[in-house]
């Protein structure tokens, strides 16, 4: 397996996921920024379930030398990069932080997915799991750079999932509500629609068994956006969202 | 939105309720700029404290440091992050052919809440606490620094953290030792007993037994006194078990786990439901003696067999009075707290009666000593605070002692065997309380 963003809490409860259902991999390749808390999270599944794998760092923001990643093959991606930023409200005419939030969920993670995506091809087997966001199913005014660059993700996803599909590559499209995440710490949040890892975990490990091609984490989220995606314009434009 | 770290906090009794800042970390680094940047703070792994241990102004919640570190397969010797649950242990340990030495009656506990309590289980005659088989930890300091803790390096804190309930620092890490077992079993025996006397000739006679545990209906009166079921156990080998359960000793198969929905309204738990409960209980075991092998989880966990059983006190929550009288005097002091409790009307749900060995010198902050322990739930209401020191008053007359980590309302003599912790940064509710208590 290859995880992208090996820090994100649900990458690393999927992992552990699909270990304790018996799912076996020769390597676990675990793309991080963050070596110290990554090289923590590959100890723990060697000692717990003698599992192998190699951590290697990753910064979106600079320079990508894709030799580096010329070995490494497997028949599952999992991505889980992700990148809030600032708000709209506090960071909108900021640009370093709109285009760190581009880069990092979209126009830079895409090159390193596609690098992935065609050995898959080439190897005619494989899931590309991304996780995305609902953030993306329709722009709110209070994270819309975030909200925009999921969107391109989600078509992004889609697409790919098509032209994989007569190559025996499935692509599924995860897209969380709220969770319970570093990312999310300190907000407040409504209980009721917000995950933990470890659902989320299990959610995306079932849809991943069930090759489904979208799937909300809590299938309370797909109501709650079918409204809100079909909530008219001349409305949707003056409400506080 | 701007971050907002408040949150009400409370502990497994629902009892009392706090709203306070509650942060989690993971790295060391970010721990060490909290410890820093926070005036009175106090760790919490699970909250299985039933009452104000692990509640304080700043509440530094152990949930991240969740990974292991090390397993030794060959001699048993594990090393974790604190926030690591014993369930987690188990669930490596076990098919491993390892168990934990010392258990609670719980297996959702952190390993950080395990040596800060110093916690024991059925085998305390026999095996002592957890801190027994603990080789080292990690402590965070008032300083941010981290120290490395063992009998020989740093060994005063090493000590004086052990049962020292949070207030010496953060345990980050732990070493401490497996116990080997060849099955995930356990040999059985469990004997009724119709009174006080029978109760006690029985843990007498089990003293060379490894789990000793008698449940009691804590509101029979009279010559019924202290009717109650002893349970004896023994880690079953694999030539022991029965054939279906000896092809593969180290596995069990995987159960349902129904979860409490709410919390139950008031009523539920009155004074006749829980005399039907134990009467059922005591009913249930219709020999005078049985002799079975049950899973290990059925043998230690019962409770956990139902997720947020709290519940069932309802919103006002309930605490959990345990104590320890000395050996000499257990009988009579504990007659006398049954005959107070059943005179009381306030009847306990749970009542465990538990035999203690040795106290170790060494760990002078442990709760146990050689004597008697009962552990009794009551409903929080109106009249609580006067049956607790009622009872509270019968401890202090036999020379008992209240165990901290389900304290939340005892009177401070009979907490204050803890030594050492004296810490402006390291502060809980529950010690801001008993030292004002003092005074
Ligand atoms: C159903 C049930 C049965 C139980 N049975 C038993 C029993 O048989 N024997 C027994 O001894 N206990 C028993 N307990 C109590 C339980 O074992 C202890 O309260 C234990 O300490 C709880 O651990 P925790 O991780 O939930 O810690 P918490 O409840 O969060 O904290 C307990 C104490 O440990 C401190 N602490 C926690 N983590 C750290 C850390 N990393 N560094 C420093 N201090 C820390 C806290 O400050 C607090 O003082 C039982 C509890 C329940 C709910």
């Known amino acids: 397996m290859i995880v992208l963003g090996s820090t994100s809490e649900v990458a690393q409860a999927f992992v552990e996921k699909a270990l304790q259902e018996g799912e076996k991999f020769e390597k676990i390749y675990l793309f991080t920024s963050n070596k110290e808390t990554t090289e923590r999270f590959a100890r723990h599944i060697d000692v717990k379930f003698l599992q192998q794998s190699e951590v290697i ?97 989600t078509a992004y996803l889609s697409g790919l999932r098509n032209y994989l599909f007569d190559k025996k590559v499935h692509v599924l499209t995860i897209k969380p509500g709220f969770m319970a995440t570093k990312m999310t710490e300190g907000l407040p949040l409504n209980p009721k629609l917000t995950a933990s890892p470890r659902q989320a975990a299990a959610c995306i490990y079932k849809a991943f068994k069930k090759q489904n091609n979208v799937a909300y984490v809590l299938p309370v989220w797909s109501i709650i956006m079918l409204i809100i995606r079909n909530i008219p314009e001349f409305i949707f434009k003056k409400l506080k969202l | ?37 926070h005036n009175e703070i106090i760790a919490r792994g699970n909250g299985r404290c039933y009452g104000d241990a692990s509640l304080g102004e700043s509440i530094f919640s152990t949930k991240k440091l969740n990974k292991f570190i090390s397993f030794d397969r060959l001699n048993g010797v594990i090393e974790c992050e604190s926030g690591v649950l014993l369930s987690d242990v188990l669930e490596i340990a076990v098919p491993q052919g390892y168990f934990l030495y010392v258990t609670p009656g719980t297996k959702f506990i952190s390993v950080g809440g395990a040596i800060a309590s110093d916690v024991h289980g059925k085998n305390h005659h026999a095996e002592g606490c957890f801190s027994e088989y603990v080789i080292e930890f990690k402590l965070m300091t008032e300083s941010g620094d981290i120290i490395t803790c063992s009998r020989e390096e740093n060994s005063d804190k090493f000590w004086s953290t052990i049962g020292g309930m949070g207030l010496t620092g953060i345990i980050l890490t732990a070493k401490f030792k497996l116990k080997n077992i060849e099955s995930a079993y356990i040999r059985q025996e469990s004997i009724k007993a119709e009174n006080l006397d029978e109760i006690f000739k029985l843990f007498d006679e089990s003293e060379s037994w490894t789990y000793t545990v008698a449940w009691i209906d804590c509101l029979q009166k009279g010559k019924d006194i202290g009717r109650s079921i002893l349970m004896r156990g023994e880690h079953a080998f694999q030539h022991e078990l029965p054939q279906n359960l000896g092809k593969t000793p180290l596995r069990l198969k995987k159960k349902l786990q129904p979860t409490v929905p709410f919390y139950f309204p008031g009523f539920v738990l009155n004074a006749l439901t829980v005399k039907l409960f134990n009467w ?160």
């Open chain 1, 57 to 153: 760092e990753l910064d979106l923001t600079k320079e990508i030398d894709y030799n580096r990643f010329d070995t490494i093959n497997s028949n599952v991606l999992f991505c889980a990069v992700g990148y809030l930023g600032e708000g709209t409200e506090e960071g909108l005419y900021d640009n370093k932080n709109t285009q760190r939030i581009i880069d990092i969920n979209y126009s830079k993670l895409v090159p390193v997915m596609n690098y992935f995506a065609h050995k898959f091809e080439n190897r005619r087997s494989g899931t590309i799991i991304g996780l995305s966001s609902v953030a993306g199913d329709r722009g709110r005014q209070s994270n819309f750079i975030y909200g925009s660059a999921k969107a391109a993700f």
């Open chain 2, 280 to 439: 059922l209980y005591y009913k249930k075991q219709s020999k005078k003696e049985v002799k079975n092998f049950i899973d290990y989880e059925t043998f230690f966990y019962p409770l956990d067999a139902v997720n947020e059983w709290n519940k069932i006190y309802g919103k006002s929550g309930f605490i959990q009075y345990q104590m320890v009288i000395p050996k000499e005097a257990g009988k009579e002091g504990m007659k006398k707290i049954l005959e107070t409790i059943a005179k009381s009307g306030n009847g306990s749900f749970l009542a465990v009666l538990k035999l203690f060995g040795k106290h170790n010198p060494d760990a002078y902050n442990s709760f146990p000593m050689e004597g008697y322990t009962l552990a009794l739930d009551f409903k929080v209401n109106s009249k609580l605070k006067k049956l607790v020191d009622q009872l509270d008053g019968i401890v202090q007359e036999f020379g008992g002692r209240i165990y901290l980590t389900k304290d939340s309302m005892s009177r401070s003599s009979l907490t204050n065997y803890l030594k050492n912790i004296r810490s402006s940064k390291f502060v809980s509710l529950q010690h801001k309380r008993i030292i004002n208590n003092n005074s």
């Open chain 2, 1 to 37: 939105m701007k971050p907002n770290f408040t949150q009400k906090v409370t502990n497994w009794g629902n009892y009392p309720v706090v709203e306070k800042e509650m942060r989690s970390e993971d790295s060391f680094k970010k721990i060490k700029d909290f410890v820093l940047n």
